[in-house]
């Protein structure tokens, strides 16, 4: 068996498409959806992801404000840029980019955000609707997961679905997605006692444990759903997952490539998040 490569770039196309259509439908009513982007510092990561964001608001014809802020700034100044924003009536949707240097209280920063302009879905009052499966912003990367089984057609319902990383930004809004689904979740970490025997039992596998090639082909149920969140430099430099792509897709059912799967995704969710935002506070929500 050869699994089936999940192409996350052309369903992040087709996604973004669909909901262009709702950006100009706001568009003919005078209201242009509009995204800020706080990066802090000048983490070489960071710049390509706020790049990538930009790009995308520039492709659904959004208005987009790109903030750089010295790696010095004092918290301060940052919460005074955020409430800046969130008074802005041009922003729809507000995101600092993670990580913040060490002296900043990324908590604090969050939750400065107005929860109806948080489109990273970060703040507690979004994430505890996510809990009851209320939440306006799901977290983009957990979302674009979601979209992703579904434009590919893989059952969700009944099914077993295991997560490897417990990080508020995937792993646990992940579980909860996946949950109001009506899969059976287990969550595990790197630590977990015997891995594989969990891993091995996943219909669909979601691997967010931030380690190189960790999931190995010996760790999957074959024709399992397998997920690659991870974003990894191996020693030659190279970009990889936290799967071990060359040995899972010879037992998996569907894989989602590094660079190319779930990448893409997250910063369309990011975008379609904007649009929503943007609807709900104009009252134009659908």
């Known amino acids: 068996m050869t699994a089936q490569i999940i192409d996350g770039k052309a369903i992040a196309q087709e996604v973004r498409a669909e909901w262009k259509v709702r950006a100009d439908a706001l568009k ?15 983490d070489a990561a960071s710049k390509v992801y706020v790049a990538n964001k930009v790009k995308a608001c520039a492709e659904l014809g959004l208005h987009s404000e790109h903030i750089v802020m010295p790696s010095d700034t004092p918290e301060a100044a940052l ?25 900043l209280n990324a908590h604090k920063v969050i939750e400065a955000i107005n929860p109806d302009k948080d489109v990273d879905g970060f703040h507690q009052k979004n994430v505890g609707a996510l809990v009851t499966g209320e939440t306006p912003f799901p977290s983009c990367t957990p979302f674009g997961v979601m979209v992703l089984l579904e434009k590919t057609g ?3 319902e009944g099914k077993h679905a295991v997560i490897v990383g417990r990080s508020n930004i995937v792993g646990k809004p992940m579980a909860l997605l996946l949950l109001h ?43 399992a759903a ?32 590094v660079p190319g799967g779930v ?24």
């Not at 919460?79 to 002296?103: C, E, F, R, T, Y």
């Not at 975008?271 to 929503?276: F, L, M």
């Open 28 to 42: 003919a009513r005078g209201i242009t959806p509009g995204m800020a982007v706080i990066i802090v510092g000048e």
């Open 154 to 156: 893989i059952a969700i």
């Open 181 to 223: 689904k009506n899969a059976t979740v287990t969550i595990c970490t790197s630590k977990t006692i015997d891995l594989a025997k969990h891993t091995r039992d996943a219909d669909i596998l979601v691997a967010a444990v931030g380690k190189a090639n960790f999931i190995t082909g010996g760790m999957v149920k074959p024709g």
């Open 263 to 286: 990448g893409p995704m997250t910063i369309t969710m990011l975008v379609a998040n904007t649009v929503k935002a943007a609807e709900r506070l104009s009252g134009f929500n659908k």
């Open 226 to 257: 397998v997920i690659d969140v991870g974003i990894n430099r191996n020693a030659e430099g190279k970009l990889v997952g936290d799967v071990d792509f060359a040995s899972v897709k010879e037992v998996a059912g569907y894989i989602t490539p």
């Open 79 to 103: 919460l005074a840029k955020i409430s800046a924003l969130n008074n802005d009536p041009k922003i729809h949707g507000i995101l600092v980019q993670l990580p913040l240097p060490k002296h």
